[in-house]
Nanobody, 126 residues
């Protein structure tokens, strides 16, 4: 069992930057791809970014390409999301997710991820 805890969410002005972190405990996630998803009020949860098990392959939703950077540190069992040039439409609860062990490649849909954090709120004011 993997326990994921996100942190770093807060209110920020449009154009600002924010860094989210996710710490994994329990089962190791070093052999699992991981991702960030988000859910805005009244909308379905959507894919934001993913990273493979070793961190040398990443992919992003079009609406964050060039602004967000996903990273991981397997030695510290952490996943990060550096967000820049934030827009009001980035306001959402951001979730960290991990695939099952040995599912090492990035994936883009919720059902491919086995473990989820509780989420951290990001609010971008215009």
């Amino acid at each position: 069992h993997v326990h994921l805890v996100e942190s770093g969410g807060r209110s920020v002005q449009a154009g600002g930057s924010l860094r989210l972190s996710c710490v994994a405990s329990g089962r190791s996630v070093s052999s699992s791809a991981m991702a960030w998803f988000r859910q805005a009020p009244g909308k379905e949860r959507e894919f934001v970014a993913a990273i493979n098990w070793i961190g040398d392959t990443t992919d992003y939703a079009d609406f964050v390409k060039g602004r967000f950077t996903i990273s991981r540190d397997n030695a510290k069992s952490t996943l990060g999301l550096q967000m820049r040039s934030l827009k009001p439409e980035d306001t959402a609860v951001y979730y960290c997710a991990a695939r099952s062990t040995l599912y090492i490649d990035v994936a883009y849909t919720e059902e491919k991820y086995f473990s989820w954090g509780q989420g951290t709120q990001v609010t971008v004011a215009s």
